[in-house]
């Protein structure tokens, strides 16, 4: 069975404390995303990475950052973690480009973030 | 950002009613997905439309992608409890590398 795996269902930080959120993908996909989901806001796309040690700005970059050291991993990364940053993010990874089939998503299960 | 209107946004009938959902743009999208996200869980996908015109059913669901491909709908034929849920469209423009587009949602509950 096809797996997105998050490390963590749930997270308290606190303020200004640097975050790291790991994502693990076991399909072989070339891309992988960040997005954080808010009621009344939907999904919104963070980062995204195309390749290893590609990365692209999403809709709502500010105050993150990401790494792929390697294929099957996407890590987020929030830098000085803030209590506007306190939200569900869902790790997502699809194949590689081409076929408009491709674009479907696996998601992970997400990780609920508390900032205090 | 390309948009994707949902509507509604909430959604409570009884046990065996009918329901339509709906997902608007005024963008054309090379494919649209439905996912289906129970809470604490991450979206699941339910059916990928590619085709303008294009139609799939998934037992009781019954997905429609418009002529133009700016436009979705989801029909739930006699819905049951199990199909509570949040329900999301998303839009892929191209080969998908870029991220999808996702609707705000529309949060689903059949009473029994």
């Known amino acids: 069975d096809v797996k997105v795996t998050q490390s963590s269902r749930y997270l308290v930080k606190r303020t200004g404390e640097k975050v790291f959120l790991e994502c693990v993908q076991d399909?072989?996909?070339?891309?992988m995303f960040w997005y954080r989901q808010d009621p009344g806001l939907g999904l919104r796309l963070i980062y995204f990475s195309y390749d290893v040690k590609m990365k692209e700005k999403g809709d709502i970059p500010e105050g993150y950052s990401v790494s792929r050291e390697k294929k099957e991993r996407f890590s987020l990364i929030l830098e000085s973690a803030s209590t506007n940053q306190t939200s569900m993010y869902l790790c997502?990874?699809?194949?590689?480009?081409?076929?408009?089939?491709?674009?479907?998503?696996?998601f992970g299960q997400g990780t609920r973030l508390t900032v205090v | 950002t390309q948009l994707l209107e949902q509507s509604p946004q909430f959604l409570s009938i009884q046990e065996g009613e009918n329901l339509t959902v709906y997902c608007n743009s005024s963008s054309v999208f090379s494919s649209l997905q439905w996912y289906r996200q129970e809470p604490g869980e991450g979206p699941v996908l339910l059916v990928t439309v590619v085709t303008g015109g294009e139609v799939k059913k998934l037992k009781r669901l019954t997905f429609q992608f418009g002529d133009a491909r700016k436009d979705s709908s989801l029909h739930i034929t006699a819905a049951q409890p199990g199909d509570t849920g949040l329900y999301l469209c998303?839009?892929?423009?191209?080969?998908?590398?870029?991220?999808?587009?996702f609707g705000k949602g529309t949060h689903l509950i059949i009473q029994p």
């Open positions: 998303a839009g892929a423009q191209g080969g998908g590398a870029d991220g999808l587009t």
């Open positions: 997502a990874s699809t194949p590689s480009r081409g076929r408009p089939m491709n674009t479907e998503a696996f």
């Open positions: 399909m072989d996909h070339e891309n």
